[in-house]
């Protein structure tokens, strides 16, 4: 897996080229955006180790396996550490595959059922750590963004961008 720096605070790693996770710096240590495939949680580990930092807590973007692979695995490894998803997204993740009011769009697939609690469910508007949670269905009914707050001047130049669209 390779580690690429991408900003200050934001670490990509990748694997075959296409599946990536993310680390982001916070004050008491690293977020995790995602676990990608099973068989990478040493890889991640390594990372962390190189960056110098612990892994405090865990987000996922959506539920696919390619996002959640390693989860159970760094969990069993870091005892102490805080995962997170999103409400909807969470159902996904324990197997219940089917569509909610409301929701249309083709029969979903391409999840792995993790036995496992999370440590918080997220909601839009919710954050963690410099984090903020940004619902963003379409991928997946309950796909979740997330956008570092300590990047505000990014968020108003996307605002005043979308007035002159």
């Not at 995602?34 to 807590?57: K, P, Y």
């Not at 697939?109 to 999370?118: D, H, I, M, R, S």
Request: proline share 2%; glycine share 8%.
């Amino acid at each position: 897996m390779q580690l690429i720096r991408e900003t200050d605070r934001l670490y990509r790693l990748t694997r075959m080229g296409m599946v990536n996770c993310f680390f982001v710096a916070e004050e008491d240590g690293l977020t995790l955006v995602d676990t990608n495939l099973f068989g990478s949680a040493s890889a991640i580990l390594a990372a962390a180790e190189r960056i110098g930092s612990l892994i405090r807590r865990i987000v996922l973007t959506h539920a696919h396996i390619d996002h959640v692979g390693s989860l159970a695995d760094l969990c069993k490894r870091l005892p102490e550490v805080e995962w997170m998803i999103g409400k909807r997204e969470a159902k996904l993740l324990a197997g219940n595959l089917s569509l909610e009011p409301g929701e249309t769009g083709k029969k979903l697939f391409g999840f792995f059922p993790v036995n496992l609690q999370q440590t918080r469910l997220l909601n839009d508007g919710d954050r963690v750590g410099s984090l903020l949670v940004m619902t963003s269905a379409g991928h997946t009914p309950g796909h979740t963004s997330y956008f570092d707050i300590r990047d505000a001047h990014s968020l108003q130049v996307m605002r005043s961008r979308r007035r002159l669209d």
